[in-house]
């Protein structure tokens, strides 16, 4: 099991810029992707971003051209650069971490960081 914590969140105005930390308690080299989900409030869970192995990106539609998702393997670290911050941004962010290990697929959750963008 891969334990994730992820640290960054806050308060923002609009406009504004965060960014999230998602720390592993193992090495991400070969964790196939790694990536981060948001909920808001009455609201069905949505992928924000995720990142391959091979570095492969994805995006949200709503976050093209404002986020970016890297991963830092020396670092057992993903990060969500977030700018240009909107009032629909606001949410709990998790780290999602989807793992092939002998044949079965293991997904692992961090506990969430709360993103608010208020002015």
């Known amino acids: 099991q891969v334990q994730l914590v992820e640290s960054g969140g806050g308060l923002v105005q609009p406009g504004g810029s965060l960014r999230l930390s998602c720390a592993a308690s193992?090495?991400?080299?070969?964790?196939?992707?790694m990536g981060w989900y948001r909920q808001a409030p009455g609201k069905e869970l949505e992928l924000v971003a995720r990142i391959t192995s091979g570095g492969s990106t994805t995006y949200a539609d709503s976050v093209k051209g404002r986020f970016t998702i890297t991963r830092d393997n020396a670092k057992n670290t993903v990060y969500l650069q977030m700018n240009s911050l909107k009032p629909e941004d606001p949410a709990v962010y998790s780290c999602h971490a989807k793992e092939l290990r002998l044949g079965v697929w293991y997904d692992d959750w961090g506990q969430g960081t709360q993103v608010t963008v208020s002015s």
């Open positions: 193992v090495s991400i080299f070969s964790i196939n992707r």
